[in-house]
T-cell receptor, first 115, second 113 residues
């Protein structure tokens, strides 16, 4: 049962343009959503998170939007740079108040930013 | 501030053998989680340790076990290795607050032949 889905395995964008990565989820009990970037031979690197009580969070070039009614979130990267080329994972977690906050990951989207 | 370090980086084992993977958490982080990432998939939660106790477990059999030490470092042990155990094993440390993210190590690539 895939609770977090990234339906686009890959995305190609021109440098300077906007990259939009999408993620859908099925569990309405998730209360935090996170985006990670992963380069080959490295572990995932945390980018940005959003609480389920918000609909937008911004950090520099990265903005995450959350649409709870559609159970959908997206990561916008503006402007895109060649160094952004990596696999992007969407993840969700449910806060048990200090107990396990396991991350449930999507399958990832490979972003290629063309110079 | 040091990040999460894992050892070894690569490992080849034979089916039926046992393996131990190690993880040093980021300074100040008291929670360690282990994930398995198969090729083409997202990381899957194995288990989490908090103050030396297992604090949650994913859908993995008992032959996957772990330890956390007083300095918050951790080990993942897998007994009776199977071919399907071949994967990248990732360790993540945190202070328990999801908003701050989890810091991942670079992983151990395990190949079972």
């Amino acid at each position: 049962d895939q609770q977090v889905k990234q339906n686009s395995p890959s995305l190609s964008v021109q440098e300077g343009r906007i990259s939009i990565l999408n993620c859908d989820y099925t569990n309405s009990m998730f209360d935090y959503f996170l985006w990670y970037k992963k380069y080959p031979a490295e572990g995932p690197t945390f980018l940005i998170s959003i609480s389920s009580i918000k609909d937008k969070n911004e950090d520099g070039r990265f903005t995450v939007f959350l649409n709870k009614s559609a159970k959908h979130l997206s990561l916008h990267i503006v402007p895109s740079q060649p160094g952004d080329s990596a696999v992007y994972f969407c993840a969700a977690t449910q806060n048990y108040g200090g107990a396990t906050n396991k991350l449930i990951f999507g399958t990832g989207t490979l972003l290629a930013v063309q110079p | 501030e040091t990040g999460v370090t894992q050892s070894p980086t690569h490992l080849i084992k034979t089916r039926g053998q046992q393996v131990t993977l190690r993880c040093s958490s980021q300074s100040g982080h008291n929670t360690v989680s282990w994930y398995q990432q198969a090729l083409g998939q997202g990381p899957q939660f194995i288990f989490q340790y908090y103050r030396e106790e297992e604090n949650g477990r994913g859908n993995f059999p008992p032959r996957f076990s772990g330890l956390q030490f007083p300095n918050y470092s951790s080990e993942l042990n897998v007994n009776a290795l199977e071919l399907d155990d071949s994967a990248l094993y990732l360790c993540a440390s945190s202070l328990g607050l999801p908003a701050n993210g989890y810091t991942f190590g670079s992983g151990t690539r395990l190949t079972v032949v």
